[in-house]
């Protein structure tokens, strides 16, 4: 019986096979269980003889089952590391990566910037109230510079917004000035009733900014967007404040960057000026109207335009590009 066990267990080659020879001889129904059952019957010299033959033979024949489940487990386990073996050296599959709109790159960057200066980043609501839109920003109801900004009215009360600028008012009522200067940026969707061509978009974008502190002057201003034109368009551009006119900046600018770089050499009548954003020093009704006292308080704004930075910045020549959706267009400014 030991041998022709032992031979079987030496040819095995599953688990399964191996367990059933195992219950087979080993189990409670198998030969050695049996002989050793019978040992009642025999005499008081036979037992212990028969005993220690019919142990031995279990205990070699356990010992094997035990050594050959190990030597089909470590088969197994060689096999499937085998199997699974990675061959490093084959081409990966090409993921395609995506990578976020030029517009928003732009956003992100001024955020970047004025984050570093100590700003913090504000979003408002894009379907606006009048008041905050309009009326807080010193255009009442019948004001004829509501008329600059054509409007997407909703109801009487409810507009979409035309500007970033309700942000000042919105930001100004919340901002405890016992706790220091407010300086925040809002970025965001504007929409307007213009009629779409190669510089204007109905649905656009705008980052409001707003500083109101004590002794603010419009040399702060004029370094800020300068410092922020520079970091975005290259050390040696410029830019040009012209006067002009918003209901709640007094007095109002208009700010120009050089398209192209601006030198010792460079003739003034030589530079192509760009148009991108509105600014001025904060009207005192603006304040006022905020819960701001004007006799204490003032400050600088302006508003400017990421899709017109996005085309003087990469040369595209229709803002319409930005929003056709075209892939290979968007895929060039990763
Ligand atoms: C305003 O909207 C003012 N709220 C800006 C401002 C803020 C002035 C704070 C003073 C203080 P304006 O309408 O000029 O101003 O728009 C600001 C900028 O938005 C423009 O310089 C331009 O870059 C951009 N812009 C205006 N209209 C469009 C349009 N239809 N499509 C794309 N960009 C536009």
């Known amino acids: 019986l030991k041998q022709t066990v032992l031979n079987k267990i030496s040819v095995v080659e599953d688990l399964d096979s191996l367990n059933q020879i195992r219950i087979e001889t080993l189990g409670k129904k198998g030969p050695i269980t049996e002989v050793l059952r019978g040992m009642k019957d025999l005499t008081a010299q036979e037992r212990p003889q028969v005993g220690a033959f019919a142990n031995e033979i279990r205990d070699v024949l356990q010992t094997a089952v035990e050594e050959r489940k190990r030597v089909i487990e470590d088969k197994v386990l060689t096999a499937k590391l085998s199997a699974e073996t990675i061959d490093v050296t084959l081409p ?32 408002g609501p894009e379907v606006e109230e009048d008041r905050y839109n309009f009326e807080m920003m010193n255009l009442p109801k019948d004001h004829p510079a509501r008329d600059m900004q054509d409007t997407f009215y909703i109801t009487d009360e409810i507009l979409m917004r035309t500007q970033t600028s309700p942000m000042q008012a919105r930001m100004m009522e919340k901002h405890d000035f016992s706790k220091g200067a407010l300086k925040m940026i809002s970025p965001g969707r504007v929409y307007r009733r213009d009629t779409d061509d190669a510089t204007h978009s109905h649905q656009f974008h705008q980052v409001e900014g707003l500083v109101i502190d004590k ?20 050390e040696k551009h410029q830019i040009r404040l012209r006067p002009s006119y918003f209901p709640f900046t007094e007095p109002s600018v208009e700010v120009d ?6 030198t010792d050499k460079t003739q003034p009548e030589d530079i192509k000026w760009i148009e991108v954003l509105g600014a001025g020093m ?16 003032g400050g600088f704004a302006f508003g400017l335009g990421p899709d017109r930075f996005a085309m003087l910045k990469y040369g595209v020549d229709d803002i319409r590009n930005f929003y056709l959706n075209d892939v290979r267009f968007l895929a060039q400014f990763d």
């Open 92 to 123: 990966g599959n090409q993921i395609a990566k995506g990578n976020a709109h030029v517009i928003q790159q732009i956003i992100e960057q001024l955020e970047d910037q004025f984050m570093g200066m100590g700003y913090q980043i504000a979003e």
């Open 215 to 234: 002794n603010i002057t419009m040399a702060d201003l004029k370094g800020t967007l300068l410092k922020m034109a520079q970091e975005l368009f290259g």
């Open 257 to 262: 960057v050089s398209w192209d770089e601006v």
């Open 282 to 297: 904060v009207h005192p009704n603006v304040l006022a109207m905020a819960g701001v006292d004007p006799e204490i308080y």
